[in-house]
């Protein structure tokens, strides 16, 4: 027995997406339903919606940044029970069997992680993401959303922070630590937040000075506009051990990986619409890197939701209700939003 409940779908790559019904399953042993409150906009949602990835199966429900209440448990749930404030972030399952699912990279599974959305379970469903007033997960992949975070700011977290988080730890962001982040979006308005938090000393590279002030409010030490301003380049040469790249362009990377120090790494955390192109003299000075991230395990994604709650950590929102998903859309694709936007599901009702 399914379930019926209101969703924002995307029903084609170029029509507006559309308010409509959709059907969740049936609650299994080990299940949780929970009544979203609150989904952020992820521009990879903007990605899928329009099919610039290619792969997308239509209609589909957006949405990885989910944030509610538990509604109902399985009869073997034990981690969650009725009233519990929690998240699902951008998959539901993985085989657990694996090398990575074992070592808590469950995003790396060999078999194949289950998205959010637009993706299919091992069942044969297909999944439908967080635009919508409630959503079935297996219990192993519903995280705690601390009382120190409401729940509207922590949704984004659940995406933007993990998608941040997960770098800085691996490549050792903390005290005596030079780093920098690109870009002051979505994604690096919570990395210069956790960076700092970690004890890094915070360097950010934007475009434009139009964001200095929030930069330096949110926790960067240094803030420099890169756009016609080749000079940065050269003030900041072999500066850095860490840089996180958070946009979805094509940068001139062997200028960015020019700024790193001795055993610096640079991290794509973008996915732009060219191939990265770079020099090999760019990494061998320096013995430098190019690396990638993707997201978090489940029990690194607990940690950051905690870590944030204890150091004051949200993302910055505009609210918006269901009908303006298409504005946002397009809002978002123009930079035109100081940080997320995060739907209202209330306003499907």
Request: glycine residues 10%; negative net charge; hydrophobic residues 40%.
């Amino acid at each position: 027995m399914t379930t019926t409940v209101n969703a924002v779908a995307a029903v084609s790559a170029t029509d507006p997406l559309e308010i409509t019904t959709i059907e969740r399953r049936d609650l299994g042993p080990k299940d949780i339903r929970i009544d979203i409150k609150y989904a952020g906009i992820c521009h990879s949602d903007i990605h899928t919606a329009r099919n610039e990835w290619k792969g997308t199966k239509y209609p589909v429900v957006p949405g990885h940044e989910i944030a509610g209440v538990v509604a109902e448990v399985g009869s073997e749930v034990t981690l969650h029970k009725v009233g519990d404030r929690v998240g699902v972030g951008c998959f539901v399952d993985s085989c657990g069997e694996c090398a990575p699912c074992k070592n808590g990279d469950e995003q790396y599974c060999e078999k194949g992680v289950v998205q959010t959305y637009n993706s299919t379970t091992y069942e044969g469903e297909f999944t439908h993401g967080g635009y919508s007033q409630q959503v079935v997960v297996t219990e192993k992949f519903v995280l705690k959303i601390p009382d120190g975070i409401e729940l509207d700011v922590a949704a984004p977290l659940l995406c933007a922070g993990i998608t941040l988080y997960a770098p800085l730890k691996h490549w050792g962001a903390g005290p005596g630590k030079q780093v920098a982040i690109i870009g002051m979006g979505g994604l690096g308005h919570v990395g210069v937040k956790i960076a700092h938090a970690l004890g890094a000393e915070v360097t950010v590279l934007s475009q434009t000075l139009s964001k200095e002030e929030d930069g330096k409010k949110f926790g960067a030490d240094h803030y420099y506009a890169t756009k016609d301003n080749d000079s940065v380049f050269d003030d900041l040469a072999n500066r850095f051990d860490l840089i996180i790249n958070t946009v979805s362009v094509n940068l001139p990377l062997d200028k960015y990986i020019g700024m790193l120090a001795v055993d610096g790494t640079i991290v794509e955390l973008g996915v732009p619409e060219n191939a990265l192109e770079v020099a090999a003299f760019s990494l061998l000075t320096n013995r430098r890197s190019l690396a990638g991230s993707m997201v978090g395990g489940i029990a690194l994604t607990q940690e950051m939701l905690d870590f944030c709650a204890e150091h004051d950590i949200a993302a910055e929102i505009e609210t918006i209700n269901a009908d303006q998903v298409n504005e946002a859309y397009d809002r978002a694709v123009a930079s035109d939003v100081r940080y997320r936007f995060v739907i209202d599901t209330a306003s499907l009702a």
